[in-house]
């Protein structure tokens, strides 16, 4: 029997995605690295040699979510602009929130922004290279771009209640202004 050996960035990538896996599931506190190297099927060592600490590994994880939802806008937006490029972005980010690992990845890089600067930081330059690029390829006005992230906001709060799965009528009213807004 053959066995392939992965590439360092291979390695990499895998570890990544199995860190997003176990941090959204329980933050980044709440987190083990040995669960991390476990799911990875490496050693805990080896992990500690790809990313230094915990920490980095989590702004790791955190910078490709933000990175994964811009090329899912770009991909989207893609010889659009205006209004059509916005309702392309928002109906894939949509399908994005259906991946209950990225939207709980994302929602834990929000909460452990509000108790590190570190990761405050780096949350603030990927959702701002999210507004640029939104503000870049649509042209439109603050405003509309502000109610574009405003929906996305609350979709993620909606997914991660389930809303979709058992509706609520408070919510489906909110819902049905959805389209009107973006």
């Known amino acids: 029997m053959t066995t392939t050996r992965l590439s360092a960035a291979e390695r990499r990538d895998d570890v990544l ?5 176990e941090f959204a599931e329980h933050g980044l506190e709440g987190t083990s690295t040995e669960d991390i190297a476990r799911r990875a099927g490496i050693s805990q060592p080896y992990l500690f ?3 230094g600490t915990k920490k980095e590994l989590f702004k790791a994880a955190v910078s490709r979510c933000f990175r994964e ?4 806008f770009q991909r989207a937006a893609e010889g659009k602009r205006g209004e059509e490029a916005l309702e392309a972005m928002g109906h894939a980010y949509m399908e994005l929130l259906s991946d209950k690992v990225r939207l709980a990845g994302q929602m834990q890089a ?10 405050r930081e780096l949350v603030r ?21 502000m109610r574009f992230f405003a ?30 807004d973006v």
Do not use: Q
């Not at 929000?110 to 990761?119: H, L, S, V």
């Not at 408070?170 to 202004?177: G, H, K, Q, S, Y």
């Open 17 to 21: 995605e199995a860190a997003l896996v």
């Open 49 to 51: 040699r790809l990313f």
């Open 69 to 72: 939802t811009l090329e899912v």
């Open 110 to 119: 929000y909460a452990a922004a509000t108790g590190d600067p570190e990761i």
């Open 125 to 145: 330059l990927g959702f701002g290279d999210l507004v640029s690029y939104v503000e870049r390829v649509s042209g439109l006005e603050e405003e509309h771009v």
């Open 151 to 180: 929906c996305g906001m609350l979709l993620n709060v909606f997914a991660a209640m389930d809303i979709h799965e058992r509706p609520e009528p408070w919510a489906e009213r909110l819902l049905a202004t959805f389209d009107k």
